[in-house]
């Protein structure tokens, strides 16, 4: 079906609100907006659906939010009896329309006679994933779109380990979406009644306690804490989202005293109001807390996402100033100390591994494998870094000490499959008690890092292409870089290329080909002749290009001036 006849369906179908259908008459004439969103349906993506919010099948909304409820409910009915009691834990952010979409999805599984735990009210990924670990839930639901601007909203399927849907299942509910009517083939039922009836159970604080008693095990060395607890002053912001209860709280459980926060962005609200985004990887989100910072004279600040899986810092260097830390320099800073700490603690695992995504510093791989760790990569998305770690967990080949992103996710433990901004804030908060005993900064950690490991900078940029037209771009720009190679970058010659769709590496001085483990994602990996990674790749959750610069060399002045050097080049080559 055509867009106009996709939008004349929506126009005339009863199930619209008035509301709704007022805002589609709206579009009457505008054929580039009836294009957007009815083109296509909304796909599942890095992490699931994710689209901005609005009447339309391109959009978040009640519709396409019960096709892909009702897509899940036919997978989990696929599995029998057994696994519809098991059920869905079903958790939600802060985000506008979060908990109608949260009460809608609980409503529908209950209606197709699967069992719901649901949350009273908004709780970070993390716990989610916790929940159907522990609970034993064959599936979960987070209704959110983590980091993204607030017209966003998502859904975010898990599958009974408490990682996001493998795509074998991804598949079932896409194929299960799009063969379904979603006005008429949507089952669903009152929510009240479903609570009535046993069908939906609402839950609260006593999941909390569960997590926040696992977490707190994990804390590796409460002793410097307990040294440093007295002045060390820490400002936490929760963006307006999911962390703003359990962070603070596990600050204080691990012995902190001084744990402000940010009282304007405390206020849950879905239109973020004190933020342009709110994805802590943008400092602009942290100028209200690094003001408060100053006034009181602060030593660490943390921030975390709506949905409270990603985690960022700014931090007091030595010279006063607040400097943020990439989530590449906290993942290479965090696999320092938790090694560290497990060798002084003799408790380090026979086979120990980190792992990693292929767009996550180098410098990892070299922190790892010089203390005798191995480091895997994975494609972007916490879901294929679960993945590995049930691997591992199933084949007994190693044993994970930590996983993360350069987009500011962490994990450690077994706890939760997803990153998780909670146990992330807390080892950050040690491990810059750590350093305070040591009298460094965590600023100063990452220096004396780069002494001993050598220097790495890294950079991406986001090449933002939206729309209809921005999606047909993405797919001829990596299409043209697949047809003609590139030879040079910045004028540095390529040394050999990964496409990490075919799995196929091509030197580029002979043309030799080798074919590489990691393969099935639309990935452009370069390798420059003087060390540099350029990788070209759509991101999978936003309208975006990205394109990740990762050098070493042996001064700071090196690594940043090739970073300078090849930004611009990209900036041409990516248009
Ligand atoms: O680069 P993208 O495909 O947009 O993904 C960026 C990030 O998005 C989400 O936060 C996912 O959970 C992450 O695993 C992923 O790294």
């Not at 075919?502 to 393969?519: C, D, H, P």
Request: hydrophobic content about 40%.
């Amino acid at each position: 079906m055509g867009y106009m006849e996709e939008y004349r369906k929506w126009m005339e179908s009863p199930a619209l609100t008035e509301a709704e259908h007022a805002e589609l008459a709206a579009l009457e004439g505008d054929e580039k907006e009836i294009q957007e969103r009815f083109f296509a349906p909304l796909s599942f993506g890095t992490a699931g659906l994710r689209g901005t919010l609005g009447v339309g099948l391109y959009k978040m909304n009640r519709f396409t939010v019960g096709a892909a409820t009702q897509g899940l409910a036919n997978l989990i009915k696929q599995y029998g009896p057994r696994a519809m009691q098991r059920g869905v834990a079903i958790a939600c952010d802060s985000r506008i329309q979060s908990d109608e979409f949260s009460h809608l999805a609980a409503s529908i599984l209950a209606a197709n006679g699967i069992n719901v735990i649901e949350w009273e009210s908004l709780r970070p990924v993390p716990v989610l994933s916790f929940t159907v670990r522990t609970y034993g839930t064959l599936a979960g639901v987070m209704i959110t779109a983590s980091h993204n601007p607030k017209e966003y909203n998502g859904y975010k399927v898990y599958w009974e380990d408490g990682a996001q849907l493998p795509p074998k299942e991804a598949d079932v509910v896409a194929k299960e979406m799009g063969a379904l009517d979603m006005f008429t083939e949507v089952k669903t039922m009152d929510h009240q009644e479903a609570v009535d009836k046993g069908l939906i159970k609402i839950i609260g604080p006593e999941s909390d306690e569960i997590y926040l008693r696992q977490i707190q095990k994990m804390c590796i060395n409460p002793d410097c804490i307990a040294q440093v607890a007295d002045d060390f002053k820490i400002i936490y912001t929760p963006f307006h989202g999911a962390g703003y209860k359990l962070v603070p709280e596990i600050l204080k459980r691990i012995g902190y005293k001084n744990v402000i926060c940010v009282p304007e962005q405390m206020v849950i609200d879905g239109n973020f109001p004190t933020v342009k985004s709110p994805n802590p990887e943008n400092k602009e989100g942290f100028n209200i807390a690094i003001e408060m910072a100053k006034e009181m004279g602060v030593d660490l600040i943390i921030g975390t996402d709506p949905d409270s899986d990603r985690c960022g810092t700014v931090l007091k260097s030595s010279t006063g100033e607040y400097v943020t830390l990439s989530g590449n320099q906290m993942g290479v800073l965090l696999i320092d100390y938790i090694i560290t700490a497990k060798k002084l603690t003799n408790t380090m695992p026979p086979h120990p591994a980190v792992l990693k995504s292929v767009v996550s510093t180098e410098m990892a791989r070299k922190v790892a494998n010089d203390n005798g760790v191995e480091c895997f990569d994975t494609f972007t998305g916490f879901k294929f870094l679960a993945e590995k770690i049930k691997q591992f967990e199933e084949t007994g080949s190693h044993q994970y000490l930590f996983a993360f992103e350069e987009s500011y996710g962490y994990l450690c433990g077994d706890h939760a499959r997803d990153k998780d901004a909670v146990i992330a804030s807390m080892l950050i908060a040690e491990m810059a008690a750590y350093y305070r005993t040591k009298g460094m900064t965590l600023y100063d950690a990452m220096q004396d890092m780069y002494k001993r490991y050598g220097y790495y900078a890294e950079e991406t940029l986001s090449i933002v292409m939206p729309g209809v037209s921005g999606l047909t771009r993405m797919a001829e720009l990596m299409k043209e870089l697949r047809e003609s190679p590139l030879k040079e970058v910045g004028g540095t010659a390529v040394k050999d290329v990964r496409d990490l769709q075919t799995g196929i590496q091509t030197e580029l001085a002979t043309g030799e080909t080798t074919e590489v483990e990691l393969k099935g994602q639309n990935v452009l990996y370069y390798d420059l002749s003087d060390g540099t990674s350029f990788i070209i790749r759509p991101s999978g959750t936003e309208p975006k290009v990205k394109v990740y610069i990762m050098a070493n060399g042996a001064s700071k002045e090196e690594v940043d001036a090739k970073v300078e050097k090849y930004a611009a080049a990209a900036k041409e080559i990516v248009k």
